[in-house]
């Protein structure tokens, strides 16, 4: 497939801080990415990278095949809606759609107006004056009218109730079943996103320690539950993401997928699987990674 975004050795330093540290990545054309790792783990970096807000300390970035900085037939074939995002304070709602095509070359007004419907959103009414809810809410109608090849949207829900975040999830899928393009979504909600998400990118302490199609990943961890003695034999040799005890009683999240005869193994001595969600799995592997990089700095 098409690469859309090409990163190879990205470093990202502040002074004797590294926010980003040797991170190889390919994005590819018409898939949905997560972006996923806690706050500060880089991510807002990388973006602000491959949307030409940050230079890199080092490494190559290629974004549709070229460096984007100053480069205008880069940006204009992508939409970063921030967490932060900033607005004249003399705008009106009905100000932002009417700069927004001057930016987005495929930017849809129609659609744009259909999802201000949808959203409650008052046209009229300055940005400054708007509830963190409906700034989101802004947001997304610029993300997803825009309808630009690269769509990225960091942490696009804050304020937004379960209703709302809902309705973007099921817009976002709509219009990309009708427009297909690259997304990348960062997110800390990942059970909301887990099932929309083709490709899953995990970023921890500025590195990436997981890059994989997401329908992989899925079925990929278990947590085994029973008899302590019977979870330690059926778990050895596997990798054991956790382990906790109570008792004579143990429960392991395991790193693997299982074939039916190992299921019924397991089924045959009592013990009990249960699949972890991506969520579960993604703190996993953090706190994994954590505790793995704090034991190679004593």
Not at 33 to 51: D, P
Not at 88 to 116: C, E, G, M, Q
Not at 148 to 171: H, K, Q
Request: hydrophobic share 40%; no cysteine.
């Amino acid at each position: 497939m098409t690469a859309i975004v090409e990163v190879s050795g990205l470093t990202k330093t502040y002074g004797s801080v590294t926010a980003v540290q040797d991170i190889n990545l390919r994005v590819e054309e018409g898939k949905i990415y997560g972006l996923l790792g806690r706050n500060g783990a880089g991510k807002t970096t990388v973006m602000h990278m491959i949307t030409a807000q940050l230079f890199p300390t080092a490494g190559k970035l290629r974004v549709f095949g070229e460096e984007p900085f100053e480069n205008n037939r880069v940006l204009r074939q992508i939409s970063f809606i921030k967490e932060s995002q900033k607005y004249p304070d003399s705008y009106n709602v009905s100000d932002v759609l009417d700069i927004a095509r001057l930016f987005h070359p495929n930017w849809d007004r129609k659609y744009a107006l259909t999802l201000i419907e949808d959203f409650q959103l008052p046209l009229k009414r300055k940005i400054k004056k708007l509830s963190r809810g409906m700034l989101s809410a802004v947001g997304i109608v610029l993300g997803l009218a825009s309808r630009a090849p690269l769509t990225i949207f960091d942490e696009p829900y804050l304020g937004l109730d379960a209703v709302a975040r809902s309705m973007f999830y099921n817009r976002l899928l709509e219009d990309y079943a009708e427009h297909p393009r690259t997304v990348i979504l960062s997110t800390h909600l990942i059970d909301e996103v887990s099932q929309m998400l083709e490709h899953v990118l995990l970023i921890d302490h500025g590195r990436i320690i997981l890059d994989e199609d997401a329908d992989e990943l899925r079925g990929r961890a278990f947590s085994i539950a029973g008899k302590a003695s019977i979870v330690d034999s059926f778990t050895a040799g596997r990798e054991v993401l956790s382990r906790d005890s109570l008792g004579a009683l143990a429960t392991a999240t395991i790193m693997g997928a299982m074939s039916p005869a190992e299921r019924k193994a397991a089924a045959d001595q009592g013990l009990e699987l249960t699949p972890v969600s991506l969520q579960q799995l993604i703190i996993h592997l953090t706190r994994e990674n954590t505790a793995m990089k704090e034991g190679l700095s004593r």
